[in-house]
């Protein structure tokens, strides 16, 4: 996805915060999941919720106001509870501005628990994985 660097999102070194980049990475993960879903409720009806459960970052080069970036996201299933998806920042000419990875687990909100197999239960409710991963 697209995001435009607005004025209140820099630092006092006149570039995008620390902050932000994470903020940017959620938005296109949030989104991300919309599009997979393709409309789909299930998760949400059962009530499941994609949860962060760790972000690191590696900043590359700095991004200033008024630049576009785009953010990507590939999610990488494995075994177990949690998953993870690399993000990435790029500046408008393909400049790697950022790179992100981040844990990610589908949480039963009633128990306030993980649940097991996320990439199952995201293809059981409908996502289209081939949205979320390069690997599917």
Do not use: W
Request: net charge negative; glycine share 8%; hydrophobic share 40%.
């Amino acid at each position: 996805m697209q995001i435009k660097v607005r004025l209140y999102e820099l630092d006092a070194l006149g570039h995008l915060n620390h902050a932000v980049y994470h903020s940017y990475a959620e938005v296109a993960r949030v989104e991300a999941l919309e599009r997979a879903a393709g409309g789909s409720t299930a998760l949400h009806d059962e009530h499941v919720s994609p949860v962060l459960l760790a972000s690191s970052i590696s900043y590359r080069r700095e991004i200033r106001l008024g630049e576009t970036v785009d953010v990507t996201c590939d999610a990488k299933f494995g075994t177990g509870k949690t998953f993870q998806m690399e993000q990435h920042i790029y500046k408008a000419d393909g400049t790697l501005s950022a790179e992100l990875a981040v844990t990610l687990g589908l949480m039963d909100l009633e128990r306030r628990k993980l649940v097991d197999d996320p990439r199952g239960r995201f293809e059981r409710a409908g996502y289209d994985l081939k949205l979320l991963s390069t690997s599917e």
